[in-house]
């Protein structure tokens, strides 16, 4: 395979904070191995960890060879970089779960396959440091960095000198230390000689850097991406109900597409560089295409179908679009029909409900007693008979009059009605 200069890529992207010197020549001379440690805290990755995915994915596509490094013995620790106190510990069994859900994710991002030049591989810290002991630690790995050396990193600065009354343990203390290992066993091992990481992790990929200097007279390199913010100020990767997920059961792929869709002109104008494979010069026409006409919002459609297929896949994609349509177009009953029980519930997210038994739909439930009396989605019988003779009353996106009567068939996953009144007025019948 050719080499692709990897970091002219990510220099177009927006995706480099620091670099080392001479790391790009070192690059192109041959295909290298490189690394990016992932925090096996949860069974499932979450956009916060696209970055650094994007940055291995694009690095295999460069001719590189990517190593993931889930951090099992890391991860039992805690990273004091960007954090005010220290975390709860996860167990063996815990980690393990989670290096499997962490695997089956990245592999959406990363070949693994054994049949091309450069796999990717996946380790896990804890399979070297689970043997090691604490005097064979500080005595072969400790004496190696000075305790002035680690208390110059700003992860430790800032909290020794921040407000927290627990301040640093030596658990933490220790974690750049672990980490700047991990670099050395995996030069030695996979000949590996690039880390990268977010900003926030440079003092951590310099130990491992100064490490493999001292210990083993080798030199490796350091890339760190910006850490991702959004226009407004408020938290990439955060929603209101907390992060948003790639793993389809934590978050839905309608929710993850709505994500993505709802940036700001110049957030997807950063995102789509970042977090899609398309060339520079496809990005560059559409950003301006977008600016000719902002309204349409073609460069969030584009990023939004982009990133939930590599995600999931082109038929969750679809799904999304078309409960995308549901609110803000004219779909029909069978378009609702075609939606699980799940998306359907995120698309309505917030619509008031009431619960009726399977009994009274059975038998056919009349629309006034419907709108009225059974679900107090409309406030008397008479407000129920005026609207329908508005003609502002529809069942399952569909119109009604007032001789309407709610059957089985009516039954969306057999078990919601949707009734609305004028364009965003919703109200859901759970029939249980």
């Not at 949860?42 to 690095?59: C, K, R, T």
């Not at 690039?194 to 350091?222: H, P, V």
């Amino acid at each position: 395979m050719k080499l692709k200069n990897f970091v002219e890529e990510l220099k177009w992207r927006g995706m480099i904070h620091d670099v080392m010197p001479e790391t790009e020549e070192h690059l192109m001379e041959r295909m290298r191995s490189a690394y990016v440690g992932f925090d096996p805290t949860a069974d499932s990755l979450h956009i916060g960890n696209l970055v650094p995915i994007m940055l291995l994915s694009f690095y295999q596509r460069c001719g590189h060879k990517p190593v993931a490094l889930v951090g099992g013995a890391t991860g039992m620790i805690g990273d004091p970089s960007m954090k005010n106190s220290e975390r709860n510990l996860l167990d063996e069994e815990t980690l393990r779960k989670n290096q499997e859900g962490v695997r089956n994710q990245l592999s959406q991002f990363l070949d693994f396959s054994s049949n091309i030049e450069n796999p990717a591989v996946l380790v896990n810290n804890y399979d070297w440091m689970k043997e090691f002991s604490f005097l064979d630690f500080i005595r072969n790995v400790g004496k190696h960095i000075t305790v002035n050396y680690m208390m110059a990193k700003d992860s430790v600065k800032t909290r020794l000198s921040g407000e927290s009354a627990d301040g640093l343990s030596f658990t933490e203390f220790t974690y750049q230390l672990i980490q700047g290992y991990d670099f050395v066993h995996l030069y030695r091992s996979l000949d590996c000689s690039l880390q990268m990481g977010g900003s926030d992790q440079w003092g951590n990929i310099t130990t491992g850097t100064e490490l493999i200097r001292r210990m083993e007279g080798g030199k490796g390199y350091a890339l760190t991406c910006p850490l991702i913010t959004k226009s407004d100020g408020s938290k990439f990767g955060k929603s209101e109900g907390g992060n948003i997920w790639l793993d389809a059961n934590k978050t839905s792929p309608y929710k993850f597409y709505q994500y993505w869709l709802n940036s700001s002109d110049e957030d997807a104008e950063k995102y789509i560089k970042i977090f899609t494979f398309l060339d520079q010069e496809t990005i560059e026409q559409l950003i301006s295409e977008h600016r000719e006409a902002p309204h349409q919002r073609l460069l969030q459609r584009r990023l939004a179908a982009e990133v939930t297929t590599t995600v999931h896949n082109e038929a969750e994609l679809e799904k999304a679009e078309k409960a995308s349509q549901i609110l803000f177009g004219n779909s029909t009953s069978e378009d609702l029909k075609t939606l699980d029980e799940k998306t359907f519930l995120d698309v309505f997210d917030g619509v008031p409900q009431a619960e009726i038994s399977k009994e009274e739909i059975v038998n056919g439930l009349d629309i006034i007693g419907a709108l009225a009396e059974k679900t107090g989605f409309l406030k008397s019988n008479g407000e129920a008979r005026r609207a329908l003779k508005e003609n502002s009353i529809s069942v399952n996106k569909e119109k009604v009059s007032d001789d309407f009567q709610i059957s089985e068939n009516d039954l969306i996953n057999g078990q919601f009605v949707l009734l609305q009144r004028g364009k965003r007025n919703y109200f859901i019948i759970s029939v249980k």
